[in-house]
């Protein structure tokens, strides 16, 4: 099946700084790929929409400045978590949809955990 | 979006088939209905999705009411490695729909 990755997998940083979580579609080419956060013990929330080579869609609620997205491939995504606090501490999923198939199935990545200090 | 509601948890013997059913009685006449599953830490995986006939793979079976407003998920031999989060979720299938999470059915698969 079609292989999604993220790096890092874990990441732990201070107060006030910025990281970055790459998500890549492995063997297929992906026009279109989503970014999820998941606090302990809840649902998946939908982010934001990225397609490639155009600007992402955030969800209500989601700062657009403070989580910058970027699609600049068919097989990579990118979201910097800007000047990090704790309350971005979370689980970070990215999923890609198949840009060749018919369906909404969307493949996704392991996840990053990310703890800000 | 269609709304969907699963049980919060069910158990089911290592070996015997679990049943998962889930209700979208708002479904409308171009949503599918799709399942995920989530193991502890880590990304949600894709199951199976149907229209409105039965669903068979190689992970799973999908037995969609003739009304649409329902749907089981069936796992013929359920293993220990099942032990997850089911989320059915309904969504068009026009290729970039965003996939909206619920609560899911957390399964139990018991030794």
């Known amino acids: 099946g079609a292989v999604v990755s993220q790096h890092p997998s874990w990441v732990i940083c201070k107060s006030g700084t910025s990281v970055k979580i790459e998500c890549r579609s492995l063997?297929?080419?992906?026009?279109?790929m989503f970014w999820y956060r998941q606090f302990p013990k809840q649902s998946l929330m939908l982010m934001a929409t990225s397609n490639e080579g155009s600007k992402a869609t955030y969800e209500q609620g989601v700062e657009k400045d403070k989580f910058l997205i970027n699609h600049a491939s068919l097989t990579l995504s990118t979201l910097t978590v800007t000047s990090a606090h704790p309350e971005d501490s979370s689980f970070y999923i990215c999923?890609?949809?198949?840009?060749?198939?018919?369906?909404?199935?969307?493949?996704f990545g392991p996840g990053t955990r990310l703890t800000v200090t | 979006d269609a709304k969907t509601t699963q049980p919060p948890s069910m158990d089911c013997a290592e070996g015997r088939a679990a049943n998962l059913p889930c209700n979208h009685s708002?479904?409308?006449?171009?949503?599918?209905v799709y399942w995920y599953r989530q193991i502890h830490s880590q990304g949600p995986q894709y199951i199976i999705h149907g229209l409105k006939n039965n669903e068979t793979n190689e992970m799973a079976s999908l037995i969609i009411t003739e009304d649409r407003k329902s749907s089981t998920l069936i796992l013929p031999h359920a293993t220990l490695r099942d032990t997850a989060v089911y989320y059915c979720i309904v969504v068009p299938n026009f290729g970039n729909e965003k996939l909206t999470f619920g609560t899911g059915t957390r399964l139990t698969i018991i030794p």
């Open positions: 063997d297929f080419q992906a026009t279109t």
């Open positions: 999923s890609a949809r198949d840009g060749s198939g018919t369906g909404s199935e969307q493949y």
């Open positions: 708002t479904i409308s006449g171009n949503e599918y």
